[in-house]
């Protein structure tokens, strides 16, 4: 008899908006999106959290709703 265990890969953890994962949300993550819109492959790019809303692709709409972000709390 034979088994197979199937262990699914754990996500790594993340926080909206934090694009470069290094605990605040500023400036250069909006950057970091637009160099990713742009066609680019930014180190340390965290898809997951720069998709803002959910729709599985990174635009314009992500880039606002993460300057949103920044100046609420401000």
Known sequence: ASSTITVKESTP???PG?????????????????????????????FEAADMNGS?????RDIIII??????EQ
């Open 18 to 46: 934090d694009v470069n994962n290094d605990g605040n949300i500023n400036v250069r993550d909006v950057i970091m999106v637009v160099d990713y819109i742009l066609g680019n492959e930014p180190n340390g790019f965290v």
């Open 56 to 60: 599985g692709d990174i635009n314009v």
């Open 13 to 15: 953890e993340y926080t």
């Open 67 to 72: 300057i949103d972000i920044i100046l609420n």
